[in-house]
């Protein structure tokens, strides 16, 4: 009798350690997946502002070609907002051993200071008059 009063006992629940232990498991379990979480969502973010900034400079490149620019040897910058994102673009021309082309590279960051280029392209203009 007194064999089974001890496994009655034994089989009442669980003890305290028992349960912290448990607790944690599914603590650190939770921790992992929030932080898995705020990584995607970052991630996300970080997409969707590169890609605005890779059209802003897509449509600044249009722009030179369809207006048929002629661009200045040299570098400036101008405010390019893509959807609500305001962004600043830098432009630099340079000059080509063809006098009839030249070269323009255009960077996108975000404004505010942050020097972190979000897009980068490059292409090239082309002498309207012709020379």
Not at 33 to 53: E, H, K, P, Y
Not at 56 to 77: D, F, T, Y
Request: hydrophobic share 45%.
């Amino acid at each position: 009798m007194n064999g089974a009063r001890r496994t009655w006992r034994a089989g009442r629940g669980f003890t305290l350690v028992e349960v912290l232990v448990a607790l944690t498991i599914v603590a650190v379990a939770l921790m992992a997946s929030l932080r898995a979480v705020g990584a995607m969502s970052n991630g996300a973010f970080d997409l969707r502002q590169r890609t605005l900034a890779q059209w802003s400079a897509e449509n600044r490149l249009a722009q030179i070609r369809v207006q048929a620019e002629w661009p200045a040897v040299g570098k400036r910058g101008f405010d390019c907002p893509q959807g609500e994102v305001a962004l600043t673009c830098v432009e630099e021309v340079f000059a080509t051993p063809n006098a009839s082309f030249r070269r323009v590279e255009i960077s996108v960051f975000p404004t505010g200071g942050a020097q972190v280029r979000l897009a980068r392209l490059v292409g090239f203009a082309t002498d309207p008059r012709g020379s």
